[in-house]
């Protein structure tokens, strides 16, 4: 028994650029193609597009951008039915760098926005929609959103939007169970002809839990990471999400497989995971920039002090 | 708001035993105490009460038999409310080696047992209740057991011991939260005088998230361990649940200052946490045993390989 429905979203080299500011080898990524190609995995978020004249290609590598070329080369003659996607920022990306998406490698564009902006992303997404490509947006930051503007955010992106899902966006692990419960009925209940998605994040060890809790009750669109890739806690692991659903297309071998040859050496250059700085932002419900500087620090390993510097953080 | 019949056990000494034949250095176990002491955490377990003419002292650290004199000599002088318990396992403990509770420097014995040993386990659990003891039943496996047998050992702990408290244990980590939800509720049906413990593992990074639906069905006895010490996957991690906990009397500090001081520079030395063969042998609802061995070889990091000798072993 399974739910035909259910759509996994692989976001290893668009979340995991975040820690590299988007410098993954080629090879890499033709590497994470082939595996949840073969996993049969729904989508692969390849990284950002953002605007060349917005972000600066001097500070980013090419995942940041996603040019068509780089895209076509990278996946050329690797067989697969998993379709592409990439993200796009409110304010980080000019509507004429979308290609209409005959013209496009790109599948799906996501739009990532906060509450407040969300006028922008209905813009941006319907842009995307018009162009022809299947369209989701999400919502960052969900833990801090205010109860009354996430209603109104939500009738809006129902009503105004063409956009085909709406993501749960955990962006500092701060959800728990019950909360995720919670916001995915409230998703459902004004988002009448969309689905629902949920990208959740691991500073406590529930990116895992809280999607399968989010499937329970009726989200179909999940996000994960091989081995969990992600800035900071980084997200719900793909292994585990692969192994957990029953649709016979699904396949963890290849997944495995990459994790060993590629996943493991490059967790010894880059850090990702459970760290206790990462579960103190999440349990205070910030984000885990404080965590990240803290872990280049040589206090890297004092947590108490870390936690009282949170605790003690002047709130008015 | 909180449920003030909440009590946490912390078994980092005991369960973390499991990896290093209980070899602790007394200080590490004094620090432990100290931690878990100001931290509010309601028992310790300090280890296994194993009789030396089963057990052979030449194989396992102290903190097997957890002798008396020992224990005395490593809490000395530390203030504490925290009470300290004991696992004893069906078949390894004579009950001669279990003091009147008034002479013992323990509050609490709790009896590990499979569900096919339950009629020893009641015997044991009995008499350290008429010595004087707080007392558990801890049903090891328990996502290998079979319905009909575990209905009846629950009928008969309702009917026939003088435990306090009936535990879920999640040896294999292999339970997801439905699978959870539905144990809690069962034992729940049968043991009306009773409560309800909750011992989860994290092969599936589920050890937590597992404990939060346990606490939510209406489980008052949870373990954890600190940093999520414990045989291969380990447990749910105290730290989490001490900062997940509303009760006033809990204070996360002593147990972030533990792990800074104590647990990250052991897990330099021994392994234990979230690795693939074991999260492996969770999705298979086995025994980690194999994925122990296959950490100890050259193909330690070959999941694939260790995924296809899981399938491919011959069951008839």
């Known amino acids: 028994m399974y739910r035909e429905e259910i759509k996994v979203l692989d976001c290893t080299i668009r979340d995991g650029g975040l ?18 190609s073969a996993a049969g995995v729904d989508y692969m978020e390849i990284g950002y597009r953002c605007s060349r004249g917005i972000m600066s290609p001097d500070e980013f590598g090419k995942w940041k951008f996603c040019d068509e070329d780089d895209i076509r080369r990278t996946i050329d003659g690797i067989e697969s039915d998993t379709k592409l996607s990439v993200m796009v920022d409110v304010g980080r990306v000019k509507k004429e760098d979308i ?7 790109i599948d799906m564009v996501r739009v990532a926005t906060y509450v407040k902006d969300v006028d922008k992303a209905i813009d941006l997404v319907n842009d995307a929609a018009d162009k022809g490509y299947e369209t989701t947006v999400n919502i ?9 503007e996430l209603d109104a955010a939500l009738a809006q992106l129902e009503q105004e939007s063409k956009a085909d899902v709406v993501y749960i966006v955990d962006s500092f692990g701060a959800l728990y169970s019950e909360s995720t419960h919670y916001l995915v009925n409230k998703y459902k209940k004004f988002l009448k002809t969309k689905e629902v998605g949920m990208h959740a994040h691991n500073n406590q060890q529930l990116g ?31 292994e585990l999400l692969i192994g957990f659903l029953k649709n016979p297309k699904f396949d963890l071998r290849p997944i495995l497989e990459v994790i060993s040859k590629e996943l493991i050496p490059l967790r010894e ?48």
Chains 1, 2 share one sequence.
């Open 19 to 36: 820690i590299n500011n988007h410098y993954f080898e080629d090879n890499f990524v033709r590497e994470v193609y082939k595996a949840v």
């Open 99 to 105: 290609l209409p998406c005959e013209d496009s490698a």
């Open 140 to 148: 960052m930051a969900i833990s801090r959103a205010l109860e009354n």
């Open 208 to 238: 895992y839990a809280n999607t399968i809790q989010a499937i329970i009750d009726g989200c179909n669109f999940v996000d994960g990471t091989i081995y969990g890739i992600g800035r900071a806690a980084g997200n719900c692991p793909l």
């Open 269 to 316: 250059k880059i850090e990702w995971g459970y760290l206790l700085p990462y579960a103190i932002t999440g349990m205070f419900n910030e984000h885990p920039r404080a965590a990240m500087a803290l872990r280049k620090t040589e206090d890297r390993d004092n947590y108490l002090k870390f936690f009282e510097s949170m605790s003690a953080e002047g709130i008015d």
